[in-house]
């Protein structure tokens, strides 16, 4: 499976991006897909899961701002994100599960600035 994310960027405090991040290839039912993020000197964390039955998940601290969604058929997944803080910069990696393993997408840079 292959995982492409796009929508990254500069953007002020307050304000708003939307990620999205589409898989190709072989690609199994049911599956869930994710946004996660990595700021640096930091571990990578968890922001929002999307399931297949459309169960989500958030991280605290975006709970209330981003909100995850999928499109089945087109096989994409996306993070509208809203009033942004400086410390949701780091770079956003999508990852699609299934039964057979977890695969990752190559990032997108989202900085926010004060």
């Known amino acids: 499976v292959q995982l492409q994310a796009s929508g990254g960027g500069l953007v002020q405090a307050g304000g708003s991006l939307r990620l999205s991040c589409a898989a190709s290839?072989?690609?199994?039912?049911?599956?869930?897909m994710a946004w996660h993020r990595q700021a640096p000197g930091k571990l990578r964390e968890l922001v929002a899961r999307?399931?297949?039955?459309?169960?989500?998940n958030y991280a605290d601290s975006v709970k209330g701002r981003f909100t995850i969604s999928r499109n089945n058929t087109e096989n994409t997944v996306f993070l509208q994100m809203s009033s942004l803080r400086p410390e949701d910069t780091a770079v956003y990696y999508c990852?699609?599960?299934?039964?057979?393993?977890?695969?990752w997408g190559q990032g997108t840079q989202v900085t926010v600035s004060s």
């Open positions: 990852e699609y599960s299934d039964w057979r393993n977890a695969e």
């Open positions: 290839g072989n690609i199994y039912s049911p599956n869930d």
């Open positions: 999307a399931t297949a039955v459309g169960t989500t």
